[in-house]
């Protein structure tokens, strides 16, 4: 509208309700629900999961049988049983020991490239850091199945090399570029001036990491951590490719095993949709959920921690 | 007068060992992925050549080419980013121009946290509750679309976000007093010089959504199709399942073949990658404020 059609009255000139107005109104809107979506849909995964899961939640789930007991047997026609402890077993080994692995290394390479490395060397590190994030998981799943299985044969003397070893292996290297990344945000939100006063008073470098920045940086490195864990907790292909995907409660690393996440990815292709089988993977995916969105919902809290106090 | 004291000299020795020690764990953390792309190349170099590209996969999928896999996972890129890249730009317009400090903000901010940490598989379960069987799009390149659309969100959510925060806040504030509305200055001001920015999450995302396998499983790849989708209401092979089909449910494959898909595989994510990275480069080297 040309201003000249305007109402000329003073209090009305101020109120400019034309079309530029209610555009601006309406994208207001739009983009509302484009920030609110994000709430939308990850209601919408509990409540779509839970839907197809709840029928065995009701008519058939024992908490003590389903996670006190090892025997995963739902196909079996006589008496099928659902215990995933051991799915939770060969879960929490492979994750473990990706933590093994990942944890000194990402904290290492956070503490080199935030507090050593500088200009080229550091763009570079930063690069092959984010590469190594890119990795599609069903490459690493066939790099676990052509080339580290052979590989921990021959080393170790073992008939089979899909196993925790394997899958601790390549599911550490997977997690280990979110923790590299996230613990050298921390690093980097230590104030300068923490470094530069204990250098004043005479600390070398190293001391500076040790005595000051790292104890500065705990919550963040926490909370890198953590989302390490989550990751590896719910990495599904590399550890179904990797795993040898057989029920054992492990009790060495060369032990294969099965993961929660490998289980519900195997097995769902094969069963009739809303049968009791069916319905039990996807109370595994609820338990799923719930672990991650807890082990989130920590690793938020302890970053918001760190940021309140500065 | 500055002699060193053999505690200075104590000191710097142990500095330097120290600095050797991160940098020795920081190269034993990036060597295993140049070790994993030199045996691809080198297994799966011989595999690659156009016709390898072009032509179906033939024998049961123990020879041939990969052509079906590759334009499915075009479809599934392309469909997904139909519906994420105008929520997520959305949600990030909200969070970066209009959001107050309050607890809807930060429930959202927990949300993409969440929706980003979710395993895959959890997502496939959504994808065939929601999409497959609640919407009735049945298993679709719509079904695997949508859930991987809602998988990869976070991604362009947070590189939006960046994009657009780091306008200088008086370009709008100078905008607003010329009478400008909020989203005038969004669209003449804050977009043109930020889209840039969004551009690389966009690549960004595309690199992710392409190599995702587990979402696509049970929501709309198949294992083998003889014909090329024709809709999204098609089924499709894809580069991601192909990989695992082939080198965990087939008998009789030659060596090299899973080998050549792997490698053609990674080559599209990282050249995604490098396209996104050496963007931000650019970006970085160009920026005038």
Same mark, same amino acid.
């Given at each position: 509208m040309p201003a000249a059609d305007r109402p000329r009255a003073a209090p009305a000139a101020l109120d400019r309700r034309d079309l530029a107005w209610v555009v601006d109104k309406v994208v207001e809107i739009l983009v509302f629900v484009g920030g609110v979506s994000a709430i939308v849909f990850i209601i919408g995964i509990f409540v779509f999961i839970t839907g197809q899961g709840l029928g065995f939640i009701t008519a058939r789930l024992d908490p003590r049988e389903f996670f006190? =007991? =090892?025997?995963?047997?739902? =196909?079996?026609? +006589?008496h099928p049983t659902y215990g995933i402890l051991a799915l939770i077993a060969g879960t929490a080994s492979v994750t473990g020991l990706a933590m093994i692995v990942a944890v000194p290394f990402s904290l290492g390479a956070a503490i080199f490239i935030a507090e050593f490395a500088t200009g080229k060397v550091r763009e570079t590190l930063k690069v092959l850091v984010e590469l190594l994030a890119a990795i599609p998981s069903v490459v690493w799943g066939f790099v676990g199945l052509s080339i580290m299985n052979p590989l921990i044969i021959d080393l170790f003397?073992?008939? +089979?090399?899909?196993?925790v070893l394997n899958a601790g292996i390549i599911l550490g290297l997977m997690a280990a570029p979110i923790m590299t990344t996230i613990a050298e945000d921390a690093l980097k939100a230590v104030q300068d001036g923490y470094r530069e006063a204990a250098e004043a008073l005479g600390a070398t470098r190293w001391q500076v990491i040790f005595k000051v920045v790292l104890p500065a940086a705990k919550n963040g490195l926490a909370a890198a951590i953590l989302l390490g864990v989550g990751r590896g907790f719910g990495e599904t292909m590399a550890v179904l490719m990797a795993s040898g995907h057989s029920i054992n409660l492990p009790t060495s690393v060369f032990d294969s095993v099965r993961a929660l996440t490998a289980t519900v990815a195997a097995e769902l292709g094969e069963t009739a949709v809303g049968s009791e089988h069916y319905r039990a993977l996807f109370t595994i995916g609820i338990f799923l959920f719930m672990v991650t969105f807890l082990i989130n919902l920590t690793a938020d809290l302890i970053i918001r921690g760190t940021g309140s106090k500065r | 007068m500055f002699a060193p004291t053999s505690l200075n000299a104590r000191n710097r020795r142990t500095q330097k060992l120290v600095k050797l020690l991160f940098l020795l764990m920081t190269l034993l953390l990036v060597l295993p992925v140049l070790m994993i792309l030199g045996v691809l190349v080198a297994r799966g170099g011989p595999m690659l050549s156009v016709e390898f590209l072009l032509t179906q996969p033939t024998k049961g999928m123990t020879a041939g080419g990969i052509f079906p896999a590759l334009i499915g996972t075009v479809w599934l890129v392309a469909v997904a980013l139909l519906v994420s890249v105008p929520v997520g730009v959305a949600a990030a317009v909200y969070l970066s121009e209009?959001? !107050?400090?309050?607890w809807l903000t930060r429930t959202i901010n927990l949300a993409i946290i969440n929706l980003a940490g979710v395993p895959s598989i959890v997502h496939a379960l959504f994808g065939v509750g929601a999409f497959v069987l609640f919407f009735g799009f049945g298993t679709s390149i719509l079904a695997a679309s949508l859930t991987l659309a809602i998988m990869t969100l976070p991604v362009v959510i947070v590189a939006t976000r960046e994009a657009l925060q780091a306008v200088p806040k008086a370009f709008r504030e100078a905008c607003w007093n010329m009478g400008a509305t909020r989203w005038q200055t969004i669209r003449r001001v804050v977009l043109p010089n930020s889209i840039s920015g969004i551009l690389t999450g966009i690549i960004l995302e595309v690199s992710r959504t392409a190599g995702e396998t587990a979402p696509i499983m049970f929501t709309g790849a198949a294992f083998f199709l003889p014909f090329l989708p024709q809709s999204v209401f098609d089924q499709t092979m894809a580069m991601s399942l192909h990989l695992f089909v082939i080198s965990?449910?087939? !008998?009789?494959?030659?060596?090299g073949l899973p080998y050549g898909v792997a490698l053609v595989l990674v080559l599209m994510v990282l050249a995604m990658n490098a396209l996104s990275i050496g963007f931000r480069m650019w970006l970085r080297g160009r920026k005038k404020w």
């Open positions: 006190g =007991t =090892t025997a995963w047997r739902p =196909t079996s026609e +006589v003397d073992v008939p +089979v090399g899909l196993n | 209009y959001a !107050p400090e309050n965990t449910q087939v !008998p009789g494959v030659p060596e």
